[in-house]
Nanobody, 129 residues
């Protein structure tokens, strides 16, 4: 049974920073694609970032490029999203996601589309004033 649990959300002033964490259980992140997605009220899901653990390749939405950094700690089986220079537009529920199979850079990670992911966390709220 795979479980993803996000943490680290909260309220922050514009220009501030937050680090989101996603602890995975029943799942080995090595050689897998994981990502962060977000959704604000009235808006569609947005793929924020993905990371392919086999070689560290990442993708970012244009809206967060240069401000957010996705990373993975294989020993802790945890995914992170370091968010800096936060803007009010970043306010959303942030979800951690994972694909059920490994070796999926081109088919999953590079595409950064929510429909490709199989496991989802409950979400953590980020509010930027």
């Amino acid at each position: 049974h795979v479980q993803l649990v996000e943490s680290g959300g909260g309220s922050v002033q514009a220009g501030g920073s937050l680090r989101l964490s996603c602890a995975a259980s029943g799942y080995a992140v090595t050689s897998h694609c994981m990502g962060w997605f977000r959704q604000a009220p009235g808006k569609e899901h947005e793929g924020v970032a993905t990371i392919y653990s086999s070689d560290g390749r990442t993708t970012y939405a244009d809206s967060v490029k240069g401000r957010f950094t996705i990373s993975m700690d294989n020993t802790k089986n945890t995914l992170y999203l370091q968010m800096s220079e936060l803007k009010p537009e970043d306010s959303a529920m942030y979800y951690c996601a994972a694909h059920r199979y490994g070796w999926t850079w081109s088919s999953v990670c590079a595409r950064r589309q929510d429909a490709d992911f199989d496991y989802w966390g409950q979400g953590t709220q980020v509010t930027v004033a």
